[in-house]
């Protein structure tokens, strides 16, 4: 494939597939606290980091991690504190993040318009081999963090009080998920950009709301999404010269649309043609209410203008 | 109240699982419960009732360390409440109708998050704590749905998760906040047929409530709560059977028939009713399944 062919493609791709393979991972946790918005923030505050990086000489990529850490962590400590205020707080702090960027860029030698959009929405063409290897570390990280802690990290993700209550360390994990969130948005920087890289946490993780039936198939269901929709998006970025950013998070919402349709779908069917026993709580024998009917070797009851016999586990229709 | 002001006692005779002394908890200047001295023994099963503000949920917050304690003291096991570090041995079982996060998980999923408090972070998870988690599905009356998402559940169902989950610690006390509420009566009936056989097995009960009538055959003690005070503490033989001596009869379930609130089941039952199948965590192969004091 001629793609391969080109270095930078194959530095993109790779940052691509470490960004798929990431982000859904931690944003599973946002969504399940329903704190969806909190890494469009971390990102917001990343962008000062880039930008403290550029002004200064020194590496952007660990500067940003270095502040979003910090911002992350901040964030986390002034939704713990305060409840009233909270929610305003944290707003300035995701205002200042991006004021303070664009102004910083804008007074480093490398702000330019171009540079600066490659930052908030992401580029093919950016990602340097220095980048590749701390994307590569971040990601092993925060993968094996993330896997390693995924009984505690759910459990406070899916009642915060009830984890408190238990003498679980809530405020621990909550900083913990929301630095390893600031780290999956760094590792985002260069493909996704900083004003898009929520959407691949939240995204694959809301085509898995309306996919899967348990957490870990979840998971595997928005790990998947998030590989093919970053892997295929930087392809077509490069193919239809547009920003890999906005093409993958586009891409992401489609797979997202199709999957609530064959859902849709799925359940119109399901509810026509097949009641399961789950369905109906209920199992048919004399007396139940409903009109038995001798079939053949066996009874059929009349349920809903149709004919149920039991069939293992589920009912088919007569 | 009935009984005398908290003093320690030497030798041991009482022991109690949960001790409150002159608490005072809440925000600010005006706490929401104010000098509340309550004795909870191992074995007991209470119900905290009064009208909505009185400061049912507050205590029992501060009892599980959620509400701060301005004045006075919460033990636990006798132990000061912030030294208290076995925080399983109390299982809680939250007001609230559905499971919350907004992730699909299976029951399976949610119950195993109530063993957490039992395991070190680095320990992973055993066979012996599967077979508690799926004895405790078990138990609440779940067994066929394990794998079932949470959120395709009834209400009474999820509150039932929710009573496995706690269950699931292995605990020792079951705080519980208006488990019957939104629950029918025919649900109700059967959670406090569940809750019988977990009082059978020596599990001790503080139960925030509405409605005392569906709980009334394994309750002990009732304690009416009125503005953050304890207005009355009597057993439950005594309170139920003359309920307007702590106005029970005020706080029946709307839903319930009030003849049945009213003349229906007065006292305790000789017999309460057992639900059949497995004995709580009986296993004696398991171990510390039934440590308890």
């Not at chain 1, 930078?8 to 991972?25: D, K, N, S």
């Not at chain 1, 990280?141 to 915060?160: I, P």
């Not at chain 2, 609130?261 to 007065?266: D, K, L, M, V, Y």
Request: glycine share 10%; hydrophobic share 50%.
């Amino acid at each position: 494939m001629e793609i391969l062919g080109y270095d930078f493609m194959q530095r993109a791709l790779l940052a691509a597939l470490l960004v798929g393979l990431t982000a859904p991972v931690v944003g599973v946790y946002l969504v399940q606290r329903r704190l969806a918005l909190i890494g469009d923030g971390i990102g917001h505050i990343a962008l000062t980091g880039v930008a403290l990086g550029l002004l200064t000489g020194a590496a952007p990529v660990l500067v940003a991690l270095a502040c979003s850490v910090a911002g992350a962590v901040a964030i986390e400590v002034v939704r713990a504190r305060g409840r009233a205020s909270a929610d305003v707080a944290l707003a300035i702090m995701f205002y200042g993040g991006i004021a303070g960027g664009v102004v910083l860029i804008g007074l480093s030698s490398h702000g330019t318009p171009a540079n600066l959009s490659a930052y908030l929405f992401g580029a093919i063409t950016t990602t340097t081999v220095a980048d590749l290897v701390v994307f590569a570390i971040l990601a092993v990280v925060v993968l094996t963090v993330t896997v390693g802690l995924s009984r505690w990290l759910f459990a406070v993700s899916n009642d915060e009080e009830f984890a408190r209550a238990s003498g679980m360390h809530v405020l621990g994990l909550n900083v913990l998920l929301a630095s390893l969130t600031a780290a999956t948005v760094v590792i985002s920087m260069r493909i996704v950009g900083l004003l898009l890289i929520s959407a691949l946490m939240i995204i694959p993780n809301a085509v898995a709301q309306v996919t899967a039936a348990s957490f870990r198939s979840s998971v595997w269901t928005a790990v998947a999404v998030g590989v093919v929709v970053s892997v295929v998006g930087t392809g077509v970025s490069f193919y239809a010269d547009t920003p890999s950013g906005g093409t993958i998070v586009l891409l992401a919402i489609a797979v997202f649309l199709a999957a609530v349709a064959l859902s849709w779908a799925r359940s119109a069917l399901h509810a026509r043609r097949q009641h399961d026993v789950d369905d109906h709580r209920h199992e048919h024998g004399p007396g139940c209410g409903h009109e038995a009917v001798l079939h053949g070797d066996h009874l059929d009851y009349v349920h809903d203008g149709h004919r149920h016999a039991a069939h293992g586990a589920h009912y088919d229709d007569h | 109240m009935s009984e005398p002001a908290a003093e320690p006692v030497p030798g041991g005779a009482s022991n109690p699982v949960i001790e409150l002394r002159h608490a005072s908890v809440g925000y600010g200047q005006r706490p929401v419960v104010r000098d509340v001295d309550l004795r909870i023994e191992a074995g007991e099963v209470v119900a905290l009732v009064g009208p909505n503000g009185s400061g049912k949920t507050t205590i029992v917050r501060a009892i599980l360390g959620l509400a701060p304690v301005v004045d006075g003291e919460v033990r636990l096991f006798g132990v000061p409440a912030d030294d208290f570090h076995e925080r399983w041995r109390i299982g809680y079982v939250p007001q609230r109708h559905t499971v919350v996060g907004a992730i699909p998980s299976t029951v399976e999923e949610v119950v195993a998050s109530g063993r957490l408090p039992r395991k070190r972070w680095y320990v992973p998870t055993t066979a012996a704590d599967r077979r508690v988690v799926g004895q405790a599905i078990e138990v609440v009356g779940l067994g066929d749905r394990r794998r079932t998402p949470v959120a395709t559940l009834s209400g009474g169902q999820q509150r039932r998760v929710l009573i496995a989950r706690a269950l699931a610690a292995e605990p020792q006390v079951l705080v519980m906040d208006e488990p019957t509420a939104g629950v029918d009566a025919a649900n109700a009936e059967s959670l406090t047929r569940t809750l019988a056989h977990l009082v059978g097995d020596g599990l001790t009960m503080l139960v925030v409530t509405h409605d005392v009538t569906p709980l009334a055959p394994i309750l002990t003690r009732v304690i009416a709560l009125a503005d953050g005070r304890i207005v009355g503490d009597e057993p439950a033989a005594i309170a139920l059977s003359d309920r307007s001596r702590l106005g029970l009869a005020a706080y029946a379930h709307p839903g319930h028939d009030p003849h049945h609130a009213a003349a229906g089941r007065t006292g305790r039952p000789d017999d309460p009713v057992r639900s059949p199948g497995p004995g709580w965590l009986g296993d004696p192969g398991l171990p510390g399944t039934r440590a308890r004091d």
